[in-house]
């Protein structure tokens, strides 16, 4: 950072982000047909999403109640009227020339998820799949491109939030955990690689201690957690760039290429679009009932948020581990199998979180779920609890779990069969360290002369004859004992 | 039997249950006519009747006396192109919940019958097949946009057809060809598969010879239908119509109804309607419909805006017309152009512009607007009286070609017709006489589901009229 | 009241294109039909709620149950242009 550029303005970022979000019902938004995972192109259609003539619309009620789950889930207003209506525009994966959505009257208004307020959810359909495949010669055109209409019609909620945040990391981090709590929902498999979780984000900057917004630019569909925060830092930076060379940021709908970070506009070369919104004549108007209301609630399950603040209220965790288990869902879960499990070995809380937080996720892999591994809850809880009993060091702790990660099976019987106990009571460890005095008679004379610093070679010495097995504080506080310090 | 298709389609149905008429031989009949048709009144025509046996449809309630379908019902694997050259030789792959119902009811397909594109019309000059020439003169309209139903069962082509009314479809041409016209309360009979002009306008509905036979029909197009969001249960059952008398009957002529250029002969015949109303026993009232007058402006408006968006579809990409370009844009506009007709991209035009932005409060919102105080007006006419009468048109029909010119004079025919279908409510036309020889409508309007009433009040002022519904060709 | 200028933007969002002869034509078509209906200005309606349904259905909600496909040659069978099982169109990107 050169002095030349402490003395000029300093930006500070805004954003708001758009999320779209396919909805795991059977069937389409509008139609019968079941949802497509990647079935041959154009197997999952009928008349109503090929919108071929004379079909019609039919609202699928599983979605409204979806929708009407998260907005409770986000402390959203569920409006008790809400009416869906079409956006006309032509594109080859949009089969009616327009998008049945909603507009002013959306199905849920207001909420917030940690420090972040939502300003509305709303449900549309989901767009067709379109397949480049470059110059073809059954056609005039130069470029050609292929539709499957599978995709099309997919209930899809898309979540607005207020611009209320202020960096790349934020946005990744709150996107996080809004992916948590709509996975806790079982209303999405939120998974940005296969686009049911797909994010705009709306950014601005303006100068810091500035109230009024800067020209915002739309960056869309960024496909993971990792280019969401190099796509917006990019970005970010590249208006930067702008201001501070006296230039005018344009609002326009950007692309973030994650290869190259390159930023292109996705301006067509058409006129502005209007969409020309009106009520759908072909549906009418949702109207909440107190059954629909009711279901949707029974439906709730422990949110994260909830769940972390159980985990430290009830449990006694730190806040980290509190919010790592309870927002990485399927961690908290096996923490709370293992926490049950309580078999001749209870396990303490905060030393069982830090085991599944740290040791097994750093064998697992990150982003892995413990319960599709070889190790069974109860055996990392009994595990822990040895370690706690000093049955077993940290050390020969972390070879067990290496086995049970490995091939399964019971930390006793693995302790037993490696010999990997603890060197426990005095009466075993001290004849080992009072061997190793004597085969280390400069360092002895040190330690009695007051100088702690060798005592290294004794412990280990003892290590090497226990094979590790030996606690390191025993053994200084026998050599103490034995040296009368 | 001598002219199988001199009978009406109860006289037909009665004929073939009681063992006197064979199916068969009635389909054969009405093909031949079909097929010999002089009047531009079909886009197809089938080659075979039911592939139900004759004992089986003895059984069933409409004995398969055949039905002539207008163009814009879809119907699996025939041709439904709805009047457009966009859908020439469209054949869908299901059939529209209202025709595969009175199949089951024991209909048995004669036609598909030609219509203004996409029903967008007053004449029927606006199809991409030709236009329809009227039975009672060929110099002139049969009236649109279901005018090739109305012919075809005006000449006996046909016993009865399917049509579908928006501003005035089924109940203009209807009078103009001296067949009974009725269109039904919005909601009653599913608008699943049929081509959309505006959505929330269509309405499917009978043409007929005789009232008897509009209500046989009705009765078995309405129920309920998970296809169609809008679609209602019907609260009555639909009987056969058997009024000899209208005691007690209260008719309500609107205030202003001299205003819009009625011809002083279509005035004549429905004043006549009057006083044979009132020999029933009727009485006559004045009902004020204040906003009325307001109705083609709110249906100009709602009506293109609806099918603006409705016809947004026709992209050349899943079926129908394609004119090949290097590039997308050029795909579309191309496409649309050729495919559509004149009246088609107007009634486009005019409704993507009452959308567009900057517009639609002015229009759009506004037209929803009147679309309210319409509906309010008849509500408050009906608790003055049992109906609302008028002319179905204003004029008789008019010669081919004489109002092309000029959209507004044609868009006036429907001045009668649109300020009931802006209410959704139901309403027939039934021939009252003729005027220089060309048949004139008398439009009788209920409240919603009133359909029962207003057949029972037809059918006695049809036995009083006495009109015979065989053209005098000129 | 509606210029070339209007249609020829109108036309671009309905994907029509208009020959010179059919702007001109349109101009002044829309613009007598728009002067009939301009008529709807007269009223004052600020208090009216808008009726966009005649019919008072609420919630005519579907259940979640999967029904048939219709088979793909006949999701295809009308189609101008098809490749690899999908519909041919040219690319929107070119
Ligand atoms: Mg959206
Ligand atoms: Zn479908």
Known sequence: MTTAETTEIEYETVIGLEIHVQLATNTKMFCSCALSFGEPPNTRTCPVCLGLPGSLPVANAEAIHYGLMMGMALGSELAPRSIFHRKNYFYPDLPKGYQISQYDEPLCLGGRLGDVRIHRVHLEEDAAKLVHVGPSGRLAASDASIVDFNRGGTPLAEIVTEPDLRDATAAAEWLRMLRATLRTLGVSDVNMEEGSLRCDANISIRPVGSTELGTKTELKNMNSFRYIERGIRAEVARQTAILRSGGTVEQETLHFDPRTEAITSLRSKEEAHDYRYFPEPDLTPVAITEAMRDRAAAALPELPLARAERFEKDLGLSADSAHLLAFRTELGDFFEAALGDNGAHAAEPQPLANWVANELVSRLGADADPSESKVQPGALAQLVAMVTAKEVTQGGARQVLDKLVATGGEPQAIVAAEGLGAVGGADELAPIVEAALAANPDVAEKLRGGDMKPIGVIVGHVMRETKGRADGGEITRLVREQLGL | MTDLTALTAKQAVDAVAKGDLDPAELFAAYRAKAAADELNAFT???????????????????????????????????????????????????????????????????????????????????????????????????????????????????????????????RQPAAHTGIVGHKPTYGTVSRYGMIAFA????????????????????????????????????????VLPSAQRLDGIRLGVPEDLTGEGIEPGVLARFEATLTLAQELGATVHRVAL?????????????????????????????????????????????????????????????GTYALSSGYYDAYYGKAQKVRTKIAEDFTNAFAQVDFVVTPTAPTVPFELGSKTGDPLAMYLNDYFTVPISLAGLPAISIPAGLSEGLPVGFQLAGPAFSENRILDTAYALEQAIGFDATPGRV | MIDREQVLHVARLARLELSEQEVGQIATELSSVLGHIEKIGELSLDDVAPTSHVVEVDNALRPDVPRPCLPREVALANAPAVQDGGFLVPSPQA
């Not at chain 2, 592939?51 to 814009?72: C, E, H, I, Q, S």
Request: charged fraction near 20%.
């Open chain 2, 199 to 238: 959505s929330s306008l269509d309405q499917a509905g009978p043409l007929t010879r005789d009232v008897t036979d509009a209500a046989l029909l009705y009765r078995h197009m309405i129920g309920h239908d998970a296809c169609d969001s809008t679609s209602l249960q019907h609260p009555e059952e639909i």
């Open chain 2, 290 to 350: 204040p906003h009325a007058d307001y109705g083609l402006s709110a249906y100009y408006v709602i009506a293109p805006a609806e099918a603006s968006s409705n016809l947004a579809r026709f992209d050349g990409v899943r079926y129908g017309l394609r004119v090949d370009a290097d590039d997308l844009m050029s795909m579309y506009t191309k496409t649309r152009h050729d495919g559509f007709g004149a009246e088609v991209k107007r009634r486009i035009m005019l």
């Open chain 2, 44 to 170: 197809w025509v089938a080659d075979e009747g039911a592939t139900v046996a004759a004992d089986d449809l003895r059984a069933m309630p409409l004995a398969g006396v055949p039905l002539a379908v207008k163009d814009l019902f879809c119907t699996e694997g025939v041709p439904s192109q709805s009047g457009s050259r966009i859908l020439e030789g469209y054949r869908p792959p299901y059939t529209a919940t209202v025709v595969r119902r009175l199949a089951e009811a024991g209909t048995t397909l004669l036609a598909k019958t030609n219509q203004d594109e996409f029903a967008m019309g007053s004449s029927n000059e606006n199809s991409a097949y030709g236009p329809v020439l009227n039975p009672w003169d060929r110099t002139r309209v049969p009236g649109g946009s279901s005018g090739g139903s109305a012919a075809a069962v005006a000449s006996g082509a046909a016993p009865w057809a399917l049509g579908t009314d928006t501003g005035g479809s089924i």
